[in-house]
């Protein structure tokens, strides 16, 4: 075999590699956020959400009574999702 006719065979060997290897990234892709979606809500606490936000414990609470950041009340204590807030911070990039 001469070796441009051995490149090239080896050229397809590697691009149906990288197409399944495509294909293989995928799925897990699609599983990993199947998993995602079923996990439940993780809480975290002030300090947790100023962390994720980079604002200080003033501008959450402003954030709060505008609306523009959703909170869950345990008596005094509050509590926000962590997911909606790592994912609204992404938002806003």
Sequence with gaps: ????????????????????????????????EQL?????SQLGRVE??????????ATLHRRIRDGSIKVVRHGRALRFDLGS??????ARS
């Design 85 to 90: 807030l790592a994912t609204a911070t992404e």
């Design 36 to 40: 995602r979606a079923g996990q439940p």
């Design 1 to 32: 075999m001469s070796r441009p006719r051995k490149a090239l065979a080896e050229t397809r060997v590697i691009a149906r590699a990288v197409a399944l290897l495509a294909q293989k990234i995928e799925a897990q892709s699609i599983a990993i």
């Design 48 to 57: 947790d959400a100023c962390r994720i936000l980079n604002v200080s414990p």
